[in-house]
T-cell receptor
């Protein structure tokens, strides 16, 4: 019940295309859903996050779509660029002090020019 | 510059030889955590600390120890490393818990145990 399932494991998108990464969770207590971006040789960094009181959050070319009833959320990268090539991790957590952030297994995105 | 630093960045050691990976943050964060990253398994939490002298186990604590004697430092100790602890390790910190606050990750330590 603590798992966050992420798909696909890897993704190749042409420059200018839309990249979509999906995540699903089981624990209905989760109320914070961040996405982290990791470039080779670097630590993950927060990209965008959403709370379940909204169905969508957009920051530039990055959008999180959230479906509470289906317990799913996804990251959309519009107009994908070679500089977006990285590993993306979805995660889920609660506000409860001391509880962990549960990460998905990651998606390696390659944007071809 | 706000950052989390880890040392060493790369380490090759032999089975059973005790080692320590240091982690330090300069953001006055209360919460610190250690993760390991393995191909196909994502990021898994090893230990975390809510504040000085307060630590607790994460998902994969076996074979690891931690201590939090100062707010800024959170070293990871492998008393008797084994080959299955070969991994990429990340330290992270956040202001007061991993959610809903942004976690800042260090650059990683790649450990190889032969």
């Amino acid at each position: 019940q603590q798992q966050v399932k992420q798909s696909p494991q890897s993704l190749i998108v042409q420059k200018g295309g839309i990249s979509i990464i999906n995540c699903a969770y089981e624990n209905t207590a989760f109320d914070y859903f961040p996405w982290y971006q990791q470039f080779p040789g670097k630590g993950p960094a927060l990209l965008i996050a959403i709370r379940p009181d909204v169905s969508e959050k957009k920051e530039g070319r990055f959008t999180i779509s959230f479906n509470k009833s289906a317990k799913q959320f996804s990251l959309h990268i519009m107009d994908s660029q070679p500089g977006d090539s990285a590993t993306y991790f979805c995660a889920a957590g609660t506000n409860q002090a001391g509880t962990a952030l549960i990460f998905g297994k990651g998606t390696t995105l390659s944007v071809s020019s | 510059e706000a950052q989390v630093t880890q040392n060493p960045r790369y380490l090759i050691t032999v089975t059973g030889k005790k080692l320590t990976v240091t982690c330090s943050q300069n953001m006055n964060h209360e919460y610190m955590s250690w993760y390991r990253q393995d191909p196909g398994l994502g990021l898994r939490q090893i230990y975390y600390s809510m504040n000085v002298e307060v630590t607790d186990k994460g998902d994969v604590p076996e074979g690891y120890k931690v201590s939090r004697k100062e707010k800024r430092n959170f070293p990871l100790i492998l008393e008797s490393p084994s080959p299955n602890q070969t991994s990429l390790y990340f330290c992270a910190s956040s202001s007061s818990g991993p959610t809903p606050h942004e976690q800042y990750f260090g650059p990683g330590t790649r450990l190889t145990v032969t």
